[in-house]
């Protein structure tokens, strides 16, 4: 089952999948998907360890989410646009073959049983990126979170610290 939470920065997406998943197991897994670019990103890596506690199972993992042993658990997958952003660099910015790597991984879950709360940010609904690099990872973005929330079972969109379910 694939639980798909999106929604703008500092919406509330993050606390709530670490709350759905903490509800729905005793032992819930976090994968963190991001790599470590900037002394500020650290300090935000560390706060979100911080909210973790000892029940969690923890994993880092850039690009291949769906190789951890992962099966038959309830996983948080936080989150789906730093995941994008290491395929984007490593693809050089292509569209097209970011999206063939992140629709295999999402298609891989899929086969998995367990719970994928996977974790995004809707980043085109403010102002239009001002640099074409931009506009690229923008278009990936939305593109991304399209296949994901038609493959989801259950889609959430996070305002202002509200769940809103879009599709149940």
């Known amino acids: 089952m694939i639980i798909f939470v999106t929604g703008g920065v500092k919406s509330g997406k993050s606390r709530y999948a670490h709350n ?12 963190a998907t991001a790599k470590i670019w900037d002394d500020e990103f650290k ?11 000892p029940e969690w199972e923890n994993f880092e993992e850039t690009h291949a989410v769906s190789s951890l042993p992962i099966d038959n658990k309830t996983v948080v997958v936080d989150c789906l646009t730093l ?14 073959s970011c999206l ?3 629709k295999f991984e999402i298609d891989q879950l899929m086969e998995k049983a367990g719970t994928f709360i996977l974790v995004s ?18 278009d990936l973005q939305g593109l ?12 959430i969109l996070m305002v202002s610290g509200i769940p809103l379910t879009v599709k149940e």
């Open 20 to 31: 759905l998943a903490k509800n729905l197991s005793d032992n819930p897994v976090y994968v």
């Open 121 to 138: 940010n809707e980043i085109g609904m403010g102002v239009h990126a001002e640099t074409a690099i931009g506009r690229r990872f923008t």
């Open 144 to 155: 991304a979170n399209q296949y994901v929330a038609q493959k989801a079972q259950k889609v």
């Open 43 to 53: 300090e935000r890596v560390q706060r979100h360890q911080s909210d973790r506690g």
């Open 100 to 102: 063939t790597q992140f």
């Open 83 to 96: 995941w994008l952003t290491n395929f984007f660099i490593d693809h050089k910015q292509n569209i097209d």
